[in-house]
């Protein structure tokens, strides 16, 4: 297991060598998380939980400029799982269907044998939540998703918060919400038949540009989030583990996006 995981970070430096050379002091995760805000700190704000691009604190202020406070936490109960497909991959042109190489990552519900590491970071409430609940425009963000409010573990301290998650949803709830005009927009008009019915055995697959920019998302932020995000995420049939996909797969790594996407798909 640390042989692979050692050619897996050979590779990875061999990938990306010409950006860290132009990144000569990498910083340690000590260095990158914050500490947690105190309660007062904390007004007019919300907590965001991120498991797969929002690792990356590069990646997060892509969507969130103005973040706070990122650091790491532990989600416990839920499961990080590649287990539907994404609209937005094909739109991009990164989805490939006759490989069904076409997943994004959620988490779900899973009981006390599982956790994963997480970033931790607040945002203002302004066009996050109206009343307690996703505004429009977060939900237009998020828009396959249900947005909860679960119980987190900060790493620093030990302390037990709350922050909103990014959890696997249906397609009734999908379509109660956006219709069957936008499905079949999003969706269907890709050969996509089904956002979250996909079956266990379905052999659906990772979307490699998004997975390898997972990877490299969770490798900045230190050996322990990477650790974790090989061990505690899984395919669609929730027995697999990454780490024995990358083994099986070690060209994943060498996906690199197309130029137009370089910088958001790169960790």
């Known amino acids: 297991m640390n042989v692979v995981r050692s050619i897996l970070g050979i590779l990875y430096i061999s990938v990306d060598s010409l950006a860290f050379q132009m990144r000569p002091k990498k910083l340690s995760t000590s260095k990158i998380m914050a500490a947690a805000p105190t309660p007062s700190d904390m007004r007019d704000t919300v907590t965001v939980l991120g498991f797969g691009s929002l690792l990356s604190q590069r990646s997060s202020k892509t969507t969130f ?3 706070e406070n990122f650091r790491l936490g532990r989600v416990p109960k839920y499961l990080r799982v590649f287990g539907h497909p994404a609209s937005i991959f094909f739109q991009r042109g990164i989805a490939n269907l006759k490989t069904l190489e076409i997943s994004s990552l959620s988490a779900e519900y899973a009981g006390k044998d599982s956790s994963f590491i997480c970033s931790v970071f607040e945002v203002s409430s302004k066009d996050m939540m ?15 998703f249900d947005i909860v409010t679960v119980p987190y573990v900060e790493l620093q301290d030990g302390s037990t918060r709350e922050g909103i998650l990014c959890t696997a949803s249906t397609d009734d709830k999908y379509l109660k919400k956006w219709g069957q005009e936008r499905f079949e927009k999003d969706y269907v008009q890709y050969g996509v038949q ?12 990772p979307c490699p540009v998004y997975l390898r920019h997972c990877v490299l998302a969770a490798r900045s932020m230190g050996q322990e989030c990477y650790d974790s995000f090989v061990d505690d995420t899984y395919l669609v049939d929730r027995k ?11 060209q994943i790594m060498l996906t690199e996006p197309p130029p137009e996407l370089a910088e958001r798909y790169g960790g």
């Open 130 to 144: 109206e009343n307690g609940i996703p505004s429009e425009a977060f939900l237009e963000r998020e828009e396959e």
């Open 65 to 67: 400029p103005d973040l």
């Open 240 to 250: 697999t583990p990454l780490l024995t996909y990358l083994e099986q797969n070690p």
């Open 194 to 205: 089904t956002v979250w019915g996909w079956q266990r055995d379905s052999g659906l697959k």
